[in-house]
């Protein structure tokens, strides 16, 4: 068990349809991420929550809607997704002072 | 543009020997520096740091060196083990509020028995 759970860890979609990654921490770190990864390409920073509040947005495309309820919690709200935003979609959290991320093993979608 | 690089995308070494993996970036502000590993169907798992104060930080088998001057670090796995293998990403930040880390694209490394 990482500390960080992330759910479901595989999901198929079709692009009409809106589905919801769950990510839950309970580090009691204050910061909370949502990272892509495709292939053969770096990890890809799409949104940071510090406090809560969104402190970054990585031009992310608006079919891609994060929430933060409170320190524990971050989703990603998915609507209307193109099949090559098919990807692991990771969740960390860390404590915001300079100290590493812990990660979740992460969602593997696949939009058909 | 890409600010952290490894350019090698796999690395194939043989148990026992010793493993190097590197990266290089290209931003001065980065002041703190990260190896993370990852294992298929697993998030990356925090593996060793350095912060710009050092040039070397050692955890049993695996050192990371720092050169600030040539914005180069590397990952020294001695002795390499087969479960060594898995992809290693080298990671960057600033350290100020809600640390950022920015990635590279990962090196697989591969040891054979």
């Known amino acids: 068990e990482t500390g960080v759970t992330q759910t479901p860890r595989h999901l198929v979609m079709g692009m009409t349809n809106k589905k919801s990654l769950k990510c839950e921490q309970h580090l009691g770190h204050n910061a909370m991420y949502w990272y892509k990864q495709s292939a053969k390409k770096p990890l890809e920073l799409m949104f940071v929550y510090s406090l809560e509040e969104r402190v970054e947005n990585n031009s992310v495309p608006s079919r891609f809607s994060p929430e933060c309820p409170n320190s524990s919690h971050l989703f990603l709200h998915l609507h209307t997704l193109q099949p090559e935003d098919s990807a692991l979609y990771l969740c960390a959290s860390s404590q915001g002072d300079g100290g590493g991320y812990t990660f979740g093993s992460g969602t593997r979608l696949t939009v058909v | 543009d890409q600010q952290v690089k490894q350019n090698s995308p796999s690395l194939s070494v043989q148990e026992g020997r010793i493993s190097i993996l590197n990266c290089d970036y290209t931003n001065s502000m980065f002041d703190y520096f990260l190896w993370y590993k990852k294992y298929p169907a697993e998030g990356p798992t925090f593996l060793i740091s350095?912060?710009?104060?050092?040039d070397k930080n050692e955890d049993g088998r695996f050192t990371v060196f720092l050169n600030k001057s040539a914005k180069h670090l590397s990952l020294h796995i001695v002795p390499s083990q087969p479960g060594d293998s898995a992809v290693y990403f080298c990671a960057a930040s600033q350290i100020q509020g809600a640390q950022k880390l920015v990635f590279g694209q990962g090196t697989r490394l591969t040891i054979n028995p």
């Open positions: 350095i912060s710009s104060i050092k």
